[in-house]
């Protein structure tokens, strides 16, 4: 199994500003996922990063807004950009494990935008 | 697109066996897997369905019929650590998961 790290933990923000969050893979690893989960909801998948590629955008996600970036094999980032109260959420990351039906998840980002 | 159903809370008692639905609408997919989170935590992976039929792993089985466009996860002998969210999730390729609504379990004593 992959241990996966995310900073920050949890973070408020004001509206109009923009958050970094980092995702750290203990090992290297092909695909990076990020998701989007509200309190209480499902998970929503924002985006698949690849090294080496551009990310890969679901519908209803757009690179202005969730920038993100993949510099190696075991790290990633994503921006919240120019964020509102809507985008207040759980943001996790994620990564392909040894198997392919498996994911594992990083303990996710608690976002509040005021 | 693709879209997943579960009922939001099941309630149960220790040591009891507890089945919880999924259906789904999609226009293909590679399997059906099943994820379990607590509250505050990450989700973890449970099980995955590949082909029709029941896996089992432990105390959880899954179960997937694709002429029914239907899913199952099987609790067995609960225990309290057992309540949590589950959620199952279609793999559509190249590992993308689509989730679906999640099903709330709580275990009583």
């Known amino acids: 199994s992959a241990v996966i790290s995310q900073k920050p933990s949890r973070d408020i923000c004001q509206r109009g500003t923009s958050l970094t969050i980092q995702c750290q893979v203990d090992?290297?690893?092909?695909?990076m996922f990020w998701y989007r989960q509200q309190p209480g909801q499902s998970l929503t998948l924002i985006a698949t990063?690849?090294?080496?590629?551009?990310?890969?955008?679901e519908s209803g996600f757009v690179i202005d807004k969730f920038p993100i970036s993949r510099p190696n094999l075991t790290f990633s980032t994503l921006t919240v950009s120019n964020m509102s109260p809507e985008d207040s959420s759980i943001y996790l990351c994620?990564?392909?494990?040894?198997?392919?039906?498996?994911?594992?998840f990083g303990p996710g980002t608690r976002l509040l935008v005021l | 697109g693709q879209s997943l159903e579960q009922p939001s809370e099941v309630t149960a008692v220790e040591g009891a066996i507890v089945q919880i639905n999924c259906t789904y609408q999609?226009?293909?997919?590679?399997?059906l897997s099943w994820y379990q989170q607590h509250d505050g935590g990450a989700p973890t992976f449970l099980s995955y369905?590949?082909?029709?039929g029941l896996e089992e792993t432990g105390r959880f089985s899954s179960f997937l019929s694709r002429s029914d466009s239907y899913g199952y996860l099987l609790l067995q002998e609960l225990q309290m650590k057992d309540s949590a969210s589950y959620f199952c999730a279609l793999n559509t390729g190249f590992q993308k998961l689509v989730f679906g609504t999640g099903t709330r379990l709580l275990v009583s004593p």
């Open positions: 990063a690849n090294q080496g590629s551009e990310a890969t955008y």
């Open positions: 994620s990564v392909d494990g040894l198997f392919q039906e498996t994911q594992y």
């Open positions: 090992s290297q690893v092909t695909m």
């Open positions: 999609t226009s293909g997919f590679y399997g």
């Open positions: 369905n590949a082909l029709d």
